[in-house]
């Protein structure tokens, strides 16, 4: 019920419809009023931010659009235009008799003018390019002291920075680039790897393709040869301690597996230019070299292992072992570069690759149109041709395997172990060539006096004291020498670490006593070691002379 009127209508109750005299102009209730009002605050404020962002988001694609123009000058031109230049750092200036607010030239400008015509979104911006290890500009280049920055300085003055020099720019341009890195070959090696087929290509391809044998050892090999190629791409200075060998005939294709990874890899980065890079392990410095290979290759290829001393082979071994590498770059400063390139090794001439008497973990020797071994040595087709056809067809999905394989075999840890398994594998296998001399280097002279050499020392058969009941010729180092020099054409004489080699492959062992150094072969008798001399062959030229020592039967 309404209350009554009397006394004025301080008492008055609203119900909602207006009271007589009173005109009701508000669409909502007097409670609501200021709620609705609210409301309608806020969807007008709602509207305009939408409308900013609208403006801004058509401003940024006008502004990438702007990007796309080549001419440096004609960019800056049209982002000035749209109002793309944002430069934090501004002073009045007078301007005809009016003061208005124009860019500093400060670093912070420089770099708000370089987001502004670069953008701010990899790989599109120039960065730093840790494949290369240096700055990339926006031509894709390397920058350094001597590019030219003449269209940079005028396209700074047409967003209105004036009073530049061109070493402004090329410092603050510099220090941009390397505000933002990023690894260009894994980036585009990565964007190209298919997905697998589900075909195992891993440990069968490599020996299949060069014509090589089927055993454990190369299986082993070239799953490792494959998961470092990989891994040296995607995760640059992962362990890689062991390279590839390949042996066979002039010819055979054996050069152009490396060329042919780093046209596929590298070529679209560096272009036709793609190809492997010569390593010589024999000079006293490996900047040179590291400057060559570094951001255009990723193969490097040693050439013969000839003529190297102990301590060349020091030196390779640990070489070969590191994973990152101190390199003084033309008009830079030192930088450390992690490693992104692996070693493989082609070579006609198996000699000199096991010239290591300590074991030899960091070649392994693949023959290229492999055949079954004569007189104990191994030995390659004159007619096998590589077919690169093959590799066309599977490298790529060969990169895709070693993906899958790093996802389901333990990442880093299943490599590293794998790593450590071929490499005692490559020990063994290695250490098994050596004593058979097989790889060693062959002393011309050696050669031809070595079976003479043998058969004019004093023979004594003995038995080893170990309970074996192992017989086998003793010969005296000393006389052994003798008779070798005695057949020299020339004074030097044999090397002791060739003339060791060679009493290896005959089961020789070395030992002492009161008389001397010796060695002893196992043999059953001396007149069966003395045949196996003069058993023929190319391995051991018949001398005609048989000469039978006094059987002694003596232990040691």
């Known amino acids: ?5 009397v006394g004025g209508n301080e008492n008055i109750e609203h119900t909602g419809a207006p009271v007589d005299g009173e005109v009701d102009t508000s669409p909502w209730g007097e409670e609501d009023e200021y709620a609705g009002m609210l409301e309608h605050g806020r969807r007008e404020e709602q509207k305009a931010v939408l409308r900013l962002a609208d403006n801004k988001l058509r401003g940024e694609e006008a502004a990438a659009l702007a990007r796309l123009e080549p001419d440096l000058v004609k960019r800056a031109k049209a982002l000035k235009r749209l109002g793309a230049f944002d430069f934090p750092e501004e ?4 301007n005809g008799g009016m003061v208005v607010m124009r860019a500093s030239k400060t670093d912070l400008n420089f770099w708000a003018f370089y987001d502004a015509m670069f953008g701010t979104e990899l790989p599109s911006r120039p960065h730093f390019d840790t494949f290369r290890g240096a700055p990339v500009d926006h031509t894709g280049n390397e920058f350094d002291a001597r590019s030219p920055i003449m269209e940079m300085v005028k396209a700074v003055k047409a967003a209105e920075i004036h009073e530049v020099s061109a070493e402004d720019i090329r410092r603050t341009y510099r220090e941009w680039m390397l505000n933002d890195r990023m690894n260009d070959l894994a980036h585009n090696f990565s964007a190209r790897i298919p997905q697998w087929d589900g075909k195992s290509r891993l440990d069968t391809f490599l020996f299949q393709y060069i014509g090589a044998f089927d055993n454990d050892t190369n299986r082993a090999f070239g ?3 494959w998961l470092s190629l990989y891994n040296r791409i995607t995760d640059p200075g992962c362990f890689a301690p062991m390279a590839l060998a390949l042996f066979g005939r002039q010819g055979s294709g054996k050069s ?3 060329r042919m990874i780093c046209k596929e890899v590298v070529g679209p980065i560096v272009g036709p230019k793609a190809e492997t890079v010569p390593m010589n392990l024999g000079v006293k410095t490996m900047n040179p070299f590291l ?10 290829n040693v050439g013969e292992m000839t003529g190297f001393g102990r301590a060349d082979i020091n030196f390779i071994k640990d070489f070969m072992t590191r994973a990152n590498d101190l390199m003084d770059q033309k008009y830079e400063k030192h930088i450390g570069q992690p490693r992104q390139w692996i070693v493989m090794m082609d070579s006609n001439k198996y000699e000199g690759l096991q010239r290591d008497d300590t074991g030899n973990r960091r070649f392994y020797p693949m023959f290229v149109g492999q055949l079954p071994d004569k007189d104990g040595q191994p030995q390659w087709s004159k007619d096998f041709t590589i077919k690169e056809e093959m590799f066309n067809e599977s490298f790529w999905q060969i990169m895709a395997e070693c993906r899958e394989w790093m996802k389901t075999e333990g990442g880093g840890d299943g490599y590293k172990n794998m790593v450590e398994d071929v490499s005692e594998l490559v020990l063994k296998f290695n250490d098994d060539e050596r004593a058979m001399d ?4 062959h002393d011309p002279e050696l ?5 003479p050499g043998l058969l004019k020392c004093r023979m004594r058969y003995v038995k080893k004291r170990d309970g074996s009941g192992r017989g086998g010729v003793r010969i005296d180092i000393v006389d052994l020498n003798k008779a070798i020099m005695s057949l020299y054409t020339t004074s030097k004489g044999p090397q002791k670490n060739h003339l060791d080699t060679k009493l290896t492959a005959l089961g020789g062992e070395f030992a002492k006593d009161g008389k001397g150094t010796f060695v002893w072969i196992p043999c059953d008798n001396i007149d069966a070691f003395v045949a196996k001399l003069n058993s023929g062959g190319e ?4 001398t005609g002379e048989v000469r039978h020592a006094v059987d002694e039967n003596r232990g040691f």
């Open 256 to 258: 152009n597996i490396g």
């Open 223 to 225: 799953k490792y040869f």
């Open 539 to 542: 391995e051991y030229e018949d």
């Open 438 to 441: 097989r790889g060693t280097v």
């Open 291 to 300: 400057r060559a290979i570094t951001g255009k290759s990723i193969i490097a």
């Open 91 to 94: 002073k009045p200036v007078n």
């Open 447 to 451: 050669e031809d006096a070595f079976v």
């Open 1 to 5: 019920m309404a209350a009554s009127n």
